[in-house]
């Protein structure tokens, strides 16, 4: 995954006209990391997405913007729009993870 780094990297990239998926998260976040412990497979099976990663505390503006209320959040973007939002409580296990992206129709 790659991180965002920057407000005019963000935009840059949502904008694309296939669909993205940015992880929100942040170093402290110990929910944040259990994901890492089982998104990879997760990012190889769902590879229509380009998948991104952006620390909710280096991009506040952005996470107040799209409503990241918690993390581990993963929001999908195509075409600079929100299309799809799991949100934290709803992000603890591969299982919700996977149900959401099977969910999603972009």
């Not at 005019?8 to 006209?17: K, R």
């Not at 998260?25 to 229509?48: G, H, L, S």
């Not at 949100?87 to 099977?102: G, I, R, Y």
């Amino acid at each position: 995954m790659k991180e965002i780094k920057s407000t005019e990297e963000f935009n840059n990239i949502i904008a694309s006209d296939n669909p993205v998926l940015v992880k929100f998260e942040a170093d402290w976040c110990p929910d944040c990391k259990r994901m890492d412990m089982f998104i990879d497979p997760i990012v190889e099976k769902y590879d229509t997405y380009t998948w991104y990663e952006a620390d909710r505390d280096v991009l506040p503006e952005i996470a107040e913007k799209y409503e990241v209320m918690g993390i581990p959040s993963l929001l999908i973007f195509k075409d600079g729009e929100k299309h799809a939002h799991l949100h934290s409580a709803n992000a603890k296990s591969p299982q919700q993870v996977t149900e959401f992206l099977d969910e999603v129709k972009i």
